[in-house]
């Protein structure tokens, strides 16, 4: 029940197209939603997050849709480009914090 | 404002030897939060710490210990090193007890041989 089950695993986008990643989760306590992104030999950086009072939340080329009663979540990444290739994140966490439950990433190839 | 620094990068280690890997937290944030990276996976939740205190504790056995200074840095101390510990560790700082605006380091890469 702690679970974030993410999908696909894998995702070849052509340059100005738009990227989609999936997430489902199954514990309604979990209040906060973010997305990371990880390049190679990085850490982890804040995309951008939602709460479920909120069904859509849009920063620059990234948004996401959240969709409570699914219990799922997604990221769209508009126009993507080259440099947006790297592996996403989603996660969850509950309101008394202590952790993030990840996601098992999407590596995002966007070709020119 | 610095971000979270990490030290080491890298290490390599001998299975059964013990392991102190340190982080210093971002300016104006009194928890840290450390994590396990295996290739190709998600990171998962070791602990956390927030003024001192132990405030969270993941799936991992007592020989993973920590421990957080009065200036908010943090230590992650590995005991009889498994071949399986081999992974990024990855050290976070976030201004509260909450997970909410979460800054991670660019991590300590662990092999053990």
């Known amino acids: 029940q702690q679970q974030v089950k993410q999908s696909p695993q894998s995702l070849i986008v052509q340059k100005g197209g738009i990227s989609i990643i999936n997430c489902a989760y199954e514990?309604?306590?979990?209040?906060?939603f973010p997305w990371y992104q990880q390049f190679p030999g990085k850490g982890p950086a804040l995309l951008i997050a939602i709460r479920p009072d909120v069904s859509e939340k849009k920063e620059g080329r990234f948004t996401i849709s959240f969709n409570k009663s699914a219990k799922q979540f997604s990221l769209h990444i508009m126009d993507s480009q080259p440099g947006d290739s790297a592996t996403y994140f989603c996660?969850?966490?509950?309101?008394?914090?202590?952790?993030?439950?990840f996601g098992q990433g999407t590596e995002l190839s966007v070709k020119p | 404002e610095t971000g979270v620094t990490q030290s080491p990068t890298h290490l390599i280690k001998t299975r059964g030897q013990q392991v102190t890997l340190r982080c210093s937290s971002q300016?104006?944030?009194?928890?840290v939060s450390w994590y396990q990276q295996a290739l190709g996976q998600g990171p998962q939740f070791i602990f956390q710490y927030y003024r001192e205190e132990e405030n969270g504790r993941g799936n991992f056995p007592p020989r993973f210990s920590g421990l957080q200074f009065p200036n908010y840095s943090s230590e992650l101390n590995v005991n009889a090193l498994e071949l399986d510990d081999s992974a990024l560790y990855l050290c976070?700082?976030?201004?509260?007890?909450?997970?909410?605006?979460?800054?991670f380091g660019s991590g300590t890469r662990l092999t053990v041989v």
């Open positions: 996660a969850a966490s509950l309101p008394q914090g202590g952790k993030l439950i």
């Open positions: 514990n309604t306590a979990f209040d906060y």
């Open positions: 976070a700082s976030s201004p509260g007890s909450a997970n909410y605006g979460y800054t």
């Open positions: 300016s104006g944030h009194n928890t």
